[in-house]
C-alpha cells in the first residue's frame, strides 16, 4: 500500500511516499512544495493544492497522513498553518484518499522513540528507517516521519462506500 505523508506549511509544505508491505517499508518519493511569499495567502494555497495533486497524480497513493496543528504564540502564524493543513486534507480526501491525522508528539514517539525528539534526530531515524532514501529537507523528512507513522498506527478499516463518489478513485492502487 502507498502512503503519502504530508507536513503542511504555508512557505513549504513537505510530502513524502512510503510503499508498506507487511512490516516492510520503502521509500517511493518525498520533497516539497513551496510558495510565492509575494503573492496573496489565496493564490498561496492555490500553489499548494496544484503541487499536492501532482504528487498524488504522481505517485498514486491510497491513504494520507497528516500531522496536526500545534498551537504557536502566533496567532496569525497558527491560522496560516491551520489553511495550509485544510488544503494538504482537502487535496487528499478530493482524490479519494483515506486521511488520517497524527499528532506531532506521536509522530516523534514513533519514529525515534521519544515524543520530545528534535528535528535532526527525526530526520537521522528515517535515513535508518528508509535506508538508501535522500531525503529533500527538513520538511520532506517530517513528511516522510508523518507516513511512517501512519504505517505503524493505521487504523485497520476503511470503507471506500463512505467517500462516495471519489471512492472509485482510489480503488485498484496499492
Known amino acids: 500500500m502507498r502512503i503519502l505523508g504530508l507536513d503542511p506549511g504555508l512557505t513549504v509544505t513537505g510530502w513524502g511516499v512510503i510503499e508498506t508491505e507487511g512490516n516492510r ?12 511569499r509575494g503573492r496573496a495567502l489565496a493564490e498561496r494555497l492555490v500553489q499548494l ?6 504528487v498524488i ?7 494520507a497522513a497528516v500531522e496536526e496543528t500545534f498551537v504557536n504564540m502566533n496567532p496569525a502564524s497558527t491560522l496560516k498553518l491551520g489553511q495550509a493543513r485544510g488544503v494538504s486534507m482537502l487535496v487528499a480526501a478530493h482524490g479519494g484518499l483515506r486521511v488520517v491525522e497524527y499528532s506531532p508528539r506521536l509522530v516523534k514517539k514513533t519514529v525515534v522513540g521519544t515524543g520530545k525528539a528534535a528535528k535532526v534526530q527525526v530526520e537521522a ?38 467517500w462516495g463518489r471519489h471512492a472509485s478513485t482510489a480503488e485498484g492502487r496499492s
Open 125 to 162: 531515524m528515517v535515513r535508518i528507517l528508509l535506508p538508501g532514501c535522500a531525503v529533500a529537507g527538513s520538511d520532506a523528512a517530517d513528511a516522510l516521519a508523518v507516513a511512517i507513522c501512519h504505517a505503524h498506527h493505521r487504523p485497520p478499516t476503511f470503507d471506500r462506500a463512505q
Open 57 to 63: 497524480a504522481r505517485y498514486q497513493p491510497v491513504e
Open 49 to 54: 493544492f496544484e503541487g499536492l495533486a501532482d
Open 25 to 36: 517499508l520503502r521509500h517511493i518519493g518525498n520533497g516539497g512544495i513551496p510558495t510565492d
